[in-house]
């Protein structure tokens, strides 16, 4: 086994450029302490800035460009912590990038709560006398939209005083889940004793030794099931809190103050969930075809995640991989490509793994910058997905931030997602139309129906479990170890039952879920692959005008609300059309799937 090299042994070919944001440590930190001392210049505005329109431009201006050079000092200088974590130097940096970061959120506290004791009507006629003024319009609407939900100056000071306490349940049950909770050793495929760790469950669960999986799978739960009070009382903490803070923003429920923050009706939560019940039928279709390949008689709750097809021996260079990438995405025609080769040629990609490097990949970047992605390059088919997939991230933002002033540039979580899984949708349907190998077709089917069965229907029964825990609470129902796997046993049998045997230890599965603690967020990962579904059926339909509504939506940044921005690239998520579209994609590829296979 080779070791890894060092960062001075990479290539530059194969490492990103960040010296296109900053050529040496010394502009860095020249540019560092000019934020430092206009960081101290913000209370110029303090009490002044809601007298007249000209004052009001003249602060969030300076707010918004003083907010920019700081998210420049702050990603280079994380960005070169990521590429070699042992470098002392970069290590000193990211933590100077933090406490800008501390001191501009301190300095500008003042703004909101001061805005919003202004009345509409009299910020309409400060932009009408600066008209300037209007560029921030969807800024300042967003902030009044609000303006009911906030309290008096003194009941916010109170509030924010009260997030270190509110925040302990979630506190205790990350301590547990990162530091404290121990497993029982299992044997592996070997027979030899093995320990059983939170990042490796799924590796386990993945063995094509059904015991290995079935061992791992109990050892798991009885850990979690040792502390299952405990970690109810934390999750229940959790509950308590959001709806204290809804109650008290007069809000009527913790469902609707989570919605009310992206401008999500609810109709598009609860048509997620009704949809997806009325599809069990496919995910039912699909746990047949894993039963029969398996050849077992009834399927178990750790037999989910075992791989029906094997991953293909076969690996790909970085520049084979590119090749395959910007064919697949040519669909998104001559422009979007055009671009994409910066992305290559233009020292946005850092490939290969180092000594020091983090692991994983993500796509990031600043408005004065072009996007950046990190790899940690393998060479196999899934590493060619991520390519496609970080891609569509920094397409994106390319877009947003060439299109869009510095204030309506960066997108809201709620649509994070689409871009880059309409890139893994178009890299799919590239590689099963140009393969030649049946066996390599079913692996790729395989990874995608695995795909939307994690995202469209695990997701979805996250976030029925999260709505009905909430609600029994704010309806006088008491949350114990007992009611909550009541509710998450009865949503399991609601998908399983037909086919699955539905292990007793997997009513504790709320209770290992840190998403949980992230109330009614993971929806968003059912809602946006299905709106990137449905976006890619059309532009791989070849019609130019949905082709150019989806490039319209990545040049579109956060300048309107998310569910506004999907409309207008033609997917209306207030209906359960979008969703309903995927199913019948998802259906398809399990079509083809079950004729490779059986």
């Known amino acids: 086994m080779k070791d890894l090299k060092t960062r001075n042994e990479i290539d530059d070919i194969y490492k990103w450029r960040l010296e296109d944001m900053f050529e040496t440590a010394e502009e860095w930190q020249k540019a560092a302490d000019e934020a430092e001392s206009q960081i101290v210049k913000m209370a110029k505005h303090r009490g002044k800035f809601t007298k007249t329109g000209a004052a009001l431009y003249s602060c969030i201006s300076e707010m918004y460009e003083l907010s920019r050079k700081i998210m420049k000092i702050y990603v280079y200088a994380h960005m070169k912590r990521d590429e070699d974590s042992t470098n002392a130097k970069s290590q000193e940096l990211a933590g100077k990038a933090d406490y800008l970061i501390t001191k501009f959120s301190e300095a500008t506290s003042f703004f909101e709560p001061e805005l919003l004791r202004l009345e509409s009507k009299r910020i309409e006629a400060m932009a009408r006398k600066t008209s300037k003024l209007r560029e921030y319009s969807f ?39 990162n530091a404290d909770i121990k497993f029982e050793p299992f044997s592996d495929e070997q027979g030899e004793k093995t320990e059983l760790t939170i ?164 796509s990031w970047g600043c408005y004065d910058s072009h996007p950046y992605v990190l790899l940690n390059w393998q060479g196999t088919v899934k590493d060619v997905f991520t390519l496609a997939h970080e891609l569509g991230h920094a397409m994106h933002s390319y877009y947003s931030n060439l299109t869009q002033p510095v204030q309506y540039a960066s997108y809201k979580i709620f649509v994070a997602e689409v871009a880059s899984t309409v890139n893994e949708n178009l890299l799919m349907e590239y590689m ?19 795909e939307f069965r994690a995202t469209v229907y695990r997701q979805t029964m996250f976030a029925e479990f999260e709505k009905k825990a909430h609600k029994l609470y704010e309806k006088g129902g008491v949350l114990t170890c007992e009611s909550l796997s009541a509710i998450y046993m009865k949503i399991q049998h609601q998908f399983f039952k037909k086919v699955v045997k539905i292990d007793d230890e997997i009513a504790l599965e709320w209770a290992r879920i840190p998403h949980f603690y992230t109330s009614y967020y993971v929806y968003k990962y059912a809602t946006g692959f299905s709106a990137a579904t449905h976006l890619a059926s059309g532009i791989l339909s070849g019609d130019k005008k949905k082709r150019t509504a989806y490039l319209n939506f990545l040049k579109s940044g956060g300048s309107d609300y998310p569910i506004e921005l999907l409309k207008k690239a033609g997917v209306d998520l207030s209906t359960t059309e979008p969703i309903n579209a995927a199913f019948d994609v998802f259906e398809e590829k399990l079509n083809q799937f079950e004729d490779l296979m059986l």
């Open 432 to 450: 099963l139309k140009n393969s030649k190998d049946d066996i390599e077709k079913a692996f790729l089917l395989n990874h995608y129906l695995e």
């Open 139 to 177: 800024v300042i609407d967003e902030i009044m939209r609000k303006k009911a939900h906030v309290l008096s100056p003194g009941e916010e000071k109170i509030l924010a005083m009260s997030g270190e306490a509110t925040s302990t349940g979630q506190d205790v049950f990350m301590m547990f889940n």
């Open 199 to 362: 990042g490796r469950y799924v590796k386990f669960l993945e063995s094509r030794d059904r015991n290995v999986r079935r061992r791992a799978f109990r050892s798991m739960y009885e850990a979690y099931g040792m502390h299952k009070n405990t970690l109810a009382a934390a999750y229940a903490g959790n509950v308590k809190a959001d709806a204290f803070y809804s109650r008290v923003r007069k809000y009527k429920s913790s469902f609707l103050a989570a919605l009310y923050q992206d401008n999500v009706p609810s109709k598009v939560y609860n048509g997620l969930i009704k949809s997806v019940h009325d599809h069990i039928h496919l995910l039912t279709q699909y746990l047949e075809i894993r039963k029969r390949v398996l050849s077992i008689q009834k399927v178990h709750m750790y037999d989910l995640y075992v791989p029906l097809v094997k991953m293909p021996a076969k690996t790909y260079t970085f520049e084979e991989a590119r090749q395959i990438v910007t064919e697949a995405l040519k669909p998104l025609g001559e422009d979007y490509c055009k671009a994409l080769e910066h992305a290559f040629s233009d020292g946005w990609i850092d490939v290969c793994e180092n000594k020091g490097k983090r692991v994983g990949a993500y």
